[in-house]
């Protein structure tokens, strides 16, 4: 199975994904979140005829994508030039989803676990925008002079990820996979930053993380045991995708669709450029370009046009597959008790927005 053809297109690969287990645990905070865009300023290379918030508050993640590249090249600043542009960094999903729920973001990336979760449990954002479609850019990386050499051996080990993140729901499910029992092990909660912190230390034998962190433990005698694209092609996929708050997508709709326009420049300059790309996103990931360029090549990436494939979002009269994965993977927190309830896939299917995507 190649990455490309990774999201379902049959009930079949549901039932898969179903089996394989996927487990979270994600710190999500209900509530209806504050107001967006308390001010307005007049159209300036944004909104076609809506006026546009003073200030744009993008909740991002340190993610080699398109995304990213948006931000190292300051294409939201060309785009908005009469708007404050405020990127505001996240280490995990669980963090983005508090943000949105107190009204302190308007847009955000979040994996599809906490994603699930988000909406699910019904905080105020829709999805606009799916990013990547995760592959070996996140791993269980172990000390290269242990003894572990596969899932089998981490009995009795200390393992690190970030809980209720893309890392903890492909580390898990493995396990899963293998039919290994968590218990067996220790898995601790930890921030990236803090995980590589505590890899360095010796307080852990391995960890189940993504880039930019996994190159660094690699750079530091580690190994890599399993990636989460070997994990997926047995049926626990994972992805990123963007969320918007729903005041900020009521009051300034083109604004989105903007934004999208810019994401879309993102990543098509990412995939026709990508040693200009690698140098500009090696200074957001503290990693070299060549480093920089491998992480790259470990994710797919997805342009506005993309969005509309029936893998993915799909269109308003033939809705894509990507609601079916978001709510078999909240089955999954449910039977995990991590969430309470999972709601019918069609409410997955109203979050998403895939009508924003005529002009593409």
Not at 308 to 320: E, H, I, R
Request: proline content about 4%; overall charge negative; glycine content about 10%.
């Amino acid at each position: 199975m190649t990455i490309k053809n990774l999201f379902f297109n049959t009930s079949r690969s549901l039932l898969m994904l179903t089996l394989a287990g996927l487990l979270m645990v994600l710190a999500a905070c209900g509530g209806n979140g504050g107001s967006a865009g308390k001010e307005t300023a007049t159209p300036a290379g944004g909104g076609d005829s809506a006026s546009l918030p003073k200030e744009i508050r993008i909740g991002y993640q340190v993610s080699p994508n398109g995304e990213l590249t948006a931000k190292a090249l300051g294409l939201a600043e060309k785009k908005f030039p009469g708007v404050k542009i405020s990127w505001l960094k996240f280490e995990s999903g669980r963090d983005v989803n508090t943000a949105i729920a107190s009204g302190s973001i308007d847009f955000g990336l979040v994996g599809t676990p906490p994603g699930a979760s988000g909406v699910a449990q019904g905080l105020p954002y829709q999805i606009y925008y799916i990013h990547d479609v995760i592959g070996e850019s996140e791993a269980l990386v172990v000390q290269e002079n242990s003894a572990i050499q596969s899932l089998a051996d981490l009995k009795g080990k200390t393992i690190a990820t970030t809980f209720g993140s893309t890392s903890h729901f492909s580390f898990l499910s493995a396990l899963k996979q293998e039919n290994i029992d968590p218990s067996t092990l220790k898995i601790i909660d930890m921030q990236a930053p803090d995980l590589l912190a505590a890899w360095q230390r010796g307080d852990i034998d391995g960890a189940f993380t993504w880039q930019p962190v996994q190159s660094k433990l690699l750079a530091q005698k580690g190994k890599i045991v399993i990636t989460s694209k070997e994990i997926a092609e047995k049926g626990a996929l994972t992805g990123e995708f963007g969320v918007v708050h729903n005041d900020f997508i009521t009051k300034y709709p083109d604004a989105v669709i903007s934004y999208i326009e810019v994401l879309d420049e993102g990543t098509k300059y990412y995939r026709d450029h990508p040693q200009e790309a690698s140098e500009a996103l090696s200074k957001e990931l503290g990693l070299t370009p060549e480093e920089t360029l491998k992480a790259m090549n470990e994710i797919t990436v997805l342009d506005a046009a993309q969005q509309k494939d029936a893998k993915y979002m799909g269109t308003p009269d033939q809705p894509g597959q990507f609601a079916a994965l978001l709510k078999a993977t909240a089955d999954f927190l449910v039977e995990q008790k991590s969430i309470k309830e999972a709601p019918d896939v069609t409410v997955f299917q109203k979050a998403i927005r895939n009508d924003l995507y005529d002009k593409f």
